[in-house]
């Protein structure tokens, strides 16, 4: 009965985000049986114009569950050979009238590690017990809902049985430079997306059970990437000085990012009842994929791609939300070019200058008036 609420819960939700202006279509221009089959693996596509360029993006089931976003050159078209992504022959899949895009990114959802957290801190160490590895694989079509508010925006709701539990995953694309009214300092740009996951379990004993995802970074270049984490002041709500943090690709031909706020909430009003945490961490740049395991559409784009990977772990010890609802949620933007927070980063330096400075100019101030008043000669008017 708990389960059934709360996936109502997370309907509700992402019902209630700010869905993308430019819709996503399911299969494009595909004439197999398959493609129109609900028991089988799917392509979400996209595209849109962005000054001399043109933005794609898809959302893929095939093999591993794939968000991927590249940009040629404006007016290109894509091709897509649905024989070879069905027959899963990723290799040239996806091609764009002989030339390749200027740039790309992809991410890879990869699998959710259930742990032991022995050491009690949130983070998957080697210390700790992996218990079980759900592997994000081949998510068929009827694991796919469309909400159209105003357009087609496709989210995955994928039950895991082992545990109990539901993984729901959603992207919202708009298209132009805009902020997320639950996440005040996560803002996109026309080539970037918010990428929400919200995550429900409840088959697990153990009071220091914990869940990770393994996220893939995939990319042209030979740099990788590295995490950056900036200052500022929060919203009314939940008052002080945070950081927000930031993964970025190393190469200068390749730009592109994440952008990620640690504390996440439930709703706009952004009451410390509603909130839930996340970290990221261990990055490892020059991943090595696994034949076995690791295929997937983004082949078609970097044959050979540069591959970071990393964690981020939900329900943490101080967690207080999980802990009551065994459900929790994150949010990113992500996308071409180095995103920065909607924030006020410049009011922040300003402030922290003058609450150091303040005391000393104080200081400064008194002494000078006290050496004034001393070498001062006496006024007419004082007494002899």
Request: aromatic share 12%; glycine share 6%; with cysteine.
């Amino acid at each position: 009965m708990t389960s059934r609420f709360i996936l109502i819960c997370i309907c509700f939700l992402l019902q209630n985000c700010i869905y993308a202006s430019i819709p996503f279509t399911m299969n494009p221009g595909c004439q197999l049986p398959q493609c129109n089959d609900f028991d089988h693996t799917a392509l979400y596509y996209v595209a849109n114009s962005v000054g001399d360029s043109t933005i794609h993006m898809i959302y893929s089931s095939f093999d591993e569950l794939t968000i991927g976003i590249f940009e040629t050159a404006k007016g290109e078209n894509a091709t897509i050979n649905y024989p070879r992504l069905f027959a899963k022959n990723y290799t040239g899949a996806i091609t764009f009238d002989g030339v390749k895009p200027t740039n790309s990114f992809f991410i890879v959802l990869r699998r959710i590690i259930e742990f032991i957290d022995i050491d009690d801190d949130g983070k998957l160490t080697d210390n700790d017990n992996i218990t079980a590895s759900h592997w994000i694989k081949d998510i068929l079509t009827n694991n796919v809902t469309f909400v159209k508010q105003p357009t087609e925006q496709p989210t995955f709701v994928l039950p895991l049985e082992m545990i109990n539990g539901t993984l729901t995953v959603d992207i919202v694309y708009d298209g132009t430079k805009k902020r997320d009214s639950k996440f005040p300092k996560l803002m996109t740009a026309p080539k970037s997306i918010f990428l929400n996951i919200a995550f429900q379990a409840e088959g697990f004993n153990s009071s220091k059970t914990r869940f990770a995802f393994e996220l893939l970074q995939l990319m042209p270049g030979i740099e990788g990437t590295r995490i950056y984490s900036s200052r500022y002041i929060d919203d009314q709500y939940t008052p002080g000085i945070f950081n927000v943090w930031q993964l970025r690709t190393q190469s200068p031909l390749y730009s592109a990012s994440m952008l990620w706020k640690p504390v996440v909430y439930q709703s706009e009003d952004r009451t410390i009842e509603q909130n839930t945490l996340m970290q990221i961490y261990g990055v490892e740049n020059n991943f090595i994929l696994d034949p076995t395991i690791d295929q997937g559409i983004y082949r078609s784009i970097l044959p050979v791609p540069v591959v970071s990977a990393f964690n981020v772990s939900l329900g943490q010890a101080n967690d207080g939300f999980f802990t009551k609802t065994n459900y929790t949620f994150v949010q990113f933007t992500a996308g071409l070019d180095l995103l920065e927070p909607d924030s006020t980063a410049g009011f922040v330096t300003v402030a922290l200058i003058v609450s150091l400075a303040l005391p000393a100019i104080v200081g400064v101030t008194a002494v000078i008036f006290m050496i004034k008043r001393k070498v001062s000669p006496p006024s007419s008017t004082d007494g002899i």
